[in-house]
């Protein structure tokens, strides 16, 4: 079995070949050898774009495997064309990154930028900085770390409010379900944590910004593609977001690039997935799920019974 690694975070795969030594398979990367492309068993990639032309030139491949949750890398009708399985690892970095957004919430709620003063004392700062408190919260999305956020504001005393299909799963978590446009009106602060796919992506439009109670205050550690960026940033201009808290990297003509050094915006770049100990974790679950899914028998070579 062969694993072809299209591109990593980091410079050693001492790690995945560790892992893939115990299932009898090779780890070798692409700029070894760009010919094993048509001869890889699985293929494994962080942000190469994952196209139907680079598919079709995957002929032996069983499985191509992200490291990471997200799969909006991959072209998943041409893989599934293709026989191709397409897999990423969920549930490895639950707590880095559910406390990475609440980090960046409560910086933003408690104005902790502007605050940080050395020589002022507290009744310098009572009325000159606006602190106008944050009661209710919209988790919007309830995955793993959507729910570790709820559960986390439920027990901080907000009232929670989650926007799912998954009601039961909301209501277990200490949070009340309702529609989008419901919540993002009710809450202070608004959490997205969904999965970047065709139905999500620009979910947060100027229509849903302008239906967010004036002053809220916006995260999103999931996907920079789940909010229309221009609309955003009309928001802050116009006051209407409080704040916003990014984990993503920005394109270099994206318009919230100019709130750089703006105290209402704290812009991350996508690194709360990580810990020394999420890393391994993710390297090499990658690797072992992808080598699982790739030794099980198709439909053509199960054995009859």
Known sequence: ???????????????????????????????????????????????????????????????IARFGTGLDTVDRDAAARAGIAVVGVRDYCIPELASHTLGLAFALVRRLGPLSVIDAGWDAVVGSIPLPGSRAAAVVGLGSVGCAVAKALAALGFEVLAVTSREGVARAVGATPLPLEEALSRADLVLLHLALTKETAGILDARHLAAMRPGAILVDTARIGLVDEHAVAAALDAGQLGGLGLDARLAPDSPLRRFAADPRVLVTPHIGWYSEASARLLRERTIADALERALEPRPEEAPVS
């Open 1 to 63: 079995m062969l694993v072809l690694v299209l591109d990593s975070l980091f410079e050693s795969l001492e790690v995945e070949r560790d892992v893939a030594a115990r299932y009898g398979a090779e780890v070798v990367r692409l700029e070894e050898d760009a010919a094993l492309l048509g001869s890889a068993d699985v293929v494994a990639h962080v942000k190469t774009t994952v196209d139907a032309a680079l598919i079709a030139e995957l002929r032996s491949c069983r499985v």
